[in-house]
């Protein structure tokens, strides 16, 4: 294949099926023959749709290779025949196909990908649906598991894609019409897959993965041509947070502004420095500033950088945004004598980036930093003391003797002083050097004795060794105090990086939150409290049980309020953490900030989850109901028509029928009858099971004087039926009547996809405690993965008819199966086929 040239892939993508896909696709083919271009049909798929069939006409076909899976022939995709013709485009439908079993590639778009590695343009349909990434989320929001997906990196590799676009209403017209599915299928489709708010979210999903697709695509061509400029192809809202009180406002008012641009994206950056240590940030207010842009819809980003204002904007211009809100300068007015600051400085350099300066409530309240310890130990401390207070006069001593020049003794005690620097810090050094200078000039300095010097030389030498002496001094303090703050923030890093790891292995309980909490800080108890009512800021003085109650806790005795805690953090107007057992440093405290933010969150999360599991019931009730209504609607017709036209005609006066045609128009009605009266009765059981009131009366109960009636009732031939039980089988607890019904909702089922002239085996056996009881097909089967979804109420397997019933005959066996203690479980037959097993417990 080499010097062959890869061919392009055009993809149309729509949101649902029925919207056009095919329909456009074969359009463009009739446009590209007329242009002269050689194009032929490798694979489309018409659905009956006499629209779509009709644009295949004169349009040459290359002809399906033939496959045999399980006694039933498919005729699938030839990707050897499609290269041999070697046509310019070729038409291959359904992206995001399965191939049957025995194919060289086990999808479509395998198939397809060869036929572009052989230089062959392939045009090909896909619905949104059926992409990776968004297989969990369509499922969340139809119901219906899609089985068939395309990796999404597939279809991103497409050099065209197009959104074939319908609105919910007009596709629902269609379908009306009967230009999608066929009418018997119109009325269950609407009331399922295709409901207005279902495709309006597949819409949506369709149109924003397109518009990540082009935002992608204008990425990649301003970095092909070195764009650095601002397109405002879209507006970009850029806040940035210092971590300070004021970041709430800001995002609040970033927001603002963002929705007043119609589809504007809202981005929060925080800068930090290269070096990993604090600037004065709160990782408290960080942590809840970043959980409030998310609830606003926007995402939070974090860049490093010790030049702010050109990080904001480089960051800005990567993003492409149009627009960045910068909050007013905390500093006050000497501060910014001194330095325009990170607004005004941004301001000057934003180009085109429109800056909005937010004010709030800490203006010029400064930067609240906070306080540090000693960047060096006592003992240092008190060693460099010793150097700077005894070891200078000493030394004096020592030299005295000796008559050294000035020089010399400078040195000795430049020596001595770097070394008060080194152990203890800037304070000694500098008491040492100024005792040094003094000592040096007395009894070291023509004229001795006095604090006169005599030549200018000396001066000098006495000037510098002061100045080196504080210059080292200063250097070595910042390094120690710096090293400390390494460590410190080292320390903070593994305990927030245990505090993500808390929430990423998904132990966001409150308890589990609270004793890591309380085991990383020594603590006796830590109690998250909510405000019950009255005055917070009351309740904060004094053990007031009225106004806090206890949320969670985790320890020793909890507090029952703020005020008689060693420890108290306001997360909100309603929440406080409140821990015993010490008082904690200030920089330990901001973790615990963090900590305290994170477990409003989990509480939070809580409460969702528990109003999401009272909803699940309602919202359970609500689909059955509506299930229901569309059952009744749609599947009631058929047997109430076929029986009402019957008794019409038979009381018609204008035919005169004779016996035969009378006698079968009653067999009909009595027929159709029969079926609604079975189907009334499965809704009112799965009705009573849903509702917990269906009474079962267990007793013992032969196998084989229950499956005659079954039989009976079903309306089977005998000669369509094997039964095989063993004379030996004990009796079974059942309830007669219910296990009746379960045998006939599973022998209904298995008969109707029986190959004619096989018969359908029912087998009994038992095993220890339990008689089973086995429906035996040698239909198609279903899928393993399939085997639990069978039983949801109001769902059938597979694209099948929907006049074939409401989908309530497994999951209504399964019910009262259970009710009467026991289990139904279906199983893959050996030689293709379903085995469903009734296990019931054996009658003592």
């Not at 927001?255 to 290269?274: E, N, P, Q, W």
């Not at 959980?291 to 990567?318: C, K, M, N, W």
């Not at 009474?695 to 094997?722: M, T």
Request: aromatic content about 4%.
């Amino acid at each position: 294949m080499q010097g062959i040239s890869r061919g392009r892939l055009r993809v149309y993508l729509g949101a649902a099926p029925g919207v056009g896909k095919t329909f456009a696709m074969l359009g463009e083919a009739h446009r590209a023959r007329e242009r002269g271009k050689d194009v032929v049909v490798g694979f489309v798929e018409t659905h009956g749709r006499a629209l779509t069939t009709q644009l295949l006409e004169g349009l040459e076909v290359v002809p399906r290779k033939t496959l045999s899976y399980r006694g039933t022939t498919f005729t699938e995709l030839d990707p050897d025949a499609v290269i041999e013709r070697a046509p310019a485009l070729a038409l291959i439908d359904e992206l995001a196909h399965t191939n049957v079993p025995g194919s060289r590639n086990a999808k479509r778009w395998e198939d397809i990908e060869e036929i572009l590695d052989a230089g062959i343009d392939v045009v090909s349909t896909l619905n949104i649906q059926h992409l990776e990434s968004l297989n969990d989320v369509v499922e969340q929001i139809t119901g219906v598991p899609q089985r068939e997906t395309v990796p999404d990196e597939v279809v991103r590799r497409a050099d065209r894609i197009e959104l074939v676009d319908m609105s919910a209403e007009a596709l629902r017209r269609r379908m009306a019409h009967g230009n999608v599915y066929p009418l018997e299928r119109v009325d269950a489709a609407l009331a399922n897959y295709f409901r207005v708010g279902n495709l309006t979210a597949l819409r949506e999903l369709a149109l924003l993965w397109v518009a990540d697709k082009v935002d992608q695509q204008l990425d990649q061509y301003r970095a092909q041509h070195s764009i650095v400029g601002t397109w405002e192809t879209r507006e970009r809202v850029v806040v940035a947070l210092t971590g300070g009180p004021e970041g709430d406002t800001l995002i609040r008012r970033a927001a603002r502004i963002a929705v007043r641009s119609k589809g504007a994206d809202l981005m929060a950056v925080h800068v930090t420095r290269a070096d990993g240590l604090t600037s004065g940030d709160d990782p408290a207010n960080l942590v809840r500033q970043r959980s409030l842009v998310e609830d606003l819809g926007g995402t939070y980003h974090q860049v490093i950088g010790d030049d702010v204002p050109r990080a904001l904007l480089e960051f800005s211009h990567g993003v492409n945004a149009t627009q960045l809100v910068l909050g007013a300068s905390r500093r006050g007015r000497f501060a910014q004598l001194l330095s325009r600051g990170v607004g005004v400085t941004a301001a000057s350099m934003s180009g085109s980036i429109d800056v909005h300066m937010v004010t709030h409530e800490a203006i010029r309240k400064g930067r609240q930093r906070p306080r540090t310890q000693a960047a060096l130990t006592r003992r240092r401390r008190l060693t460099g003391w010793g150097l700077a207070l005894l070891g200078i006069p000493l030394l004096t001593v020592a030299l005295r003797p000796m008559d050294l020049l000035l020089p010399s003794n400078i040195l000795l005690f430049l020596l001595l002083v770097v070394g008060a620097a080194l152990t203890g810090g800037m304070w000694p050094a500098l008491t040492a050097a100024v005792f040094g200078f003094g000592l040096l000039n007395w009894y070291f300095t023509p004229p001795l004795h006095t604090l006169t010097i005599a030549s200018p030389e000396n001066v000098l030498a006495l000037a510098i060794f002061v100045l080196v002496a504080a210059m080292v001094s200063a250097v070595v303090d910042l390094a120690a105090r710096r090293s400390r703050e390494a460590a410190h923030a080292r320390a903070d890093a593994e305990v927030l990086s245990t505090l993500a790891g808390h929430v990423l292995r998904g132990e966001a309980a409150l308890p589990s939150l609270l004793r890591r909490m309380r085991e990383t800080f020594g603590l006796t108890s830590v109690t998250l409290l909510e405000r019950a009512g009255g005055d917070a800021a009351e309740g904060r003085g004094e053990c007031f049980p009225d106004v806090w109650k206890i949320v969670s806790t985790s320890g020793g005795v909890p507090c029952t309020s703020p005020g008689v805690a060693d420890i108290d953090v306001v997360i909100d107007d309603s929440l406080v953490l409140a821990a015993d057992g010490r008082v904690l440093e200030a920089s330990d405290r901001r973790v615990l900030e963090a900590f305290a933010a994170q477990a409003a969150v989990a509480l939070r999360q809580q409460r969702l989850r528990e109003e999401a599991d009272r909803a699940r019931p309602l919202a359970e009730a609500d689909r059955m109901r509506t299930a229901l209504l569309a059952a009744v609607s749609h599947d009631l017709r058929t047997p109430l028509a076929s029986a009402m036209a019957a008794v019409e005609s038979l009381r018609g006066t204008e035919i005169a029928w004779s016996d035969e045609d009378r006698a079968e128009l009653l067999a009909t009605a009595d027929e159709s009858l029969i079926k609604l009266s079975r189907l009334v009765s499965n809704l009112l059981d799965m009705s009573r099971l849903q509702a917990g009131a269906l009474g079962v009366a267990l007793e013992p109960v032969a196998i084989e004087d229950i499956l005659p009636r079954a039989i009976d009732e079903l309306g089977l031939p005998y000669e369509r039926i094997k039964v095989d039980v063993p004379p030996d089988v004990p009796d079974l607890m059942a309830d007669p009547a219910l296990l009746e019904r379960v045998l006939v909702n599973l022998m209904a089922n298995a008969a109707r996809y029986q190959p004619e002239g096989e018969q359908l085996l029912i087998a009994a056996s038992w095993h220890g405690d339990n008689v089973e009881v086995r429906i035996i097909d040698r239909g198609p089967g279903i899928p393993q993965e399939a085997h639990e979804r069978v039983f949801m109420p109001f769902q059938r397997l597979g694209d099948r008819d929907n006049h074939a019933g409401v989908g309530l005959g497994l999951a209504l066996s399964r019910g009262l199966t259970e009710a009467m203690g026991g289990t139904l479980v279906p199983d893959d037959t050996p030689g293709g086929g379903l085995t469903m097993t009734v296990s019931l417990r054996r009658a003592p």
